[in-house]
Nanobody, 116 residues
Framework: QVQLVESGGGLVQAGGSLRLSCAASGSIFSINYMGWYRQAPGKQRELVARITRSGRTEYAETVKGRFTISRDIAKNTAYLEMSSVKPEDTAVYSC??????????WGQGTQVTVSS
């Protein structure tokens, strides 16, 4: 059974950097997308970034130029490099994986808190 395991997250000062990782355990032969959503208290869930099988990336306007998503195909792992973070980046970040023929997989979520 495939599972997503997230790591990273925590408390960081505004202007600092943080890296999130999302590793898929088990065998996955094809992946459409891996990426992250985030949700802050009282706000709607927002797609932060995603990366396709071919390496094409997409970002929310709110994080463009500050966040970078990448992946290691051999390790079935995606990374979200967060830089120049702002207090409004504070949220629970959840990674996800979309693959053909299976339901979307979700990580356990990780809290990112940016202090001003």
């Amino acid at each position: 059974q495939v599972q997503l395991v997230e790591s990273g997250g925590g408390l960081v000062q505004a202007g600092g950097s943080l890296r999130l990782s999302c590793a898929a355990s088990g065998s996955i032969f094809s992946i459409n997308y891996m990426g992250w959503y985030r949700q802050a208290p009282g706000k709607q869930r927002e797609l932060v970034a995603r990366i396709t099988r071919s390496g094409r990336t997409e970002y929310a306007e709110t994080v463009k130029g500050r966040f970078t998503i990448s992946r290691d195909i051999a390790k079935n792992t995606a990374y979200l490099e967060m830089s120049s973070v702002k207090p409004e980046d504070t949220a629970v970040y959840s990674c996800y994986l979309d693959a053909p023929g299976r339901a979307t997989l979700w990580g356990q979520g990780t809290q990112v808190t940016v202090s001003s």
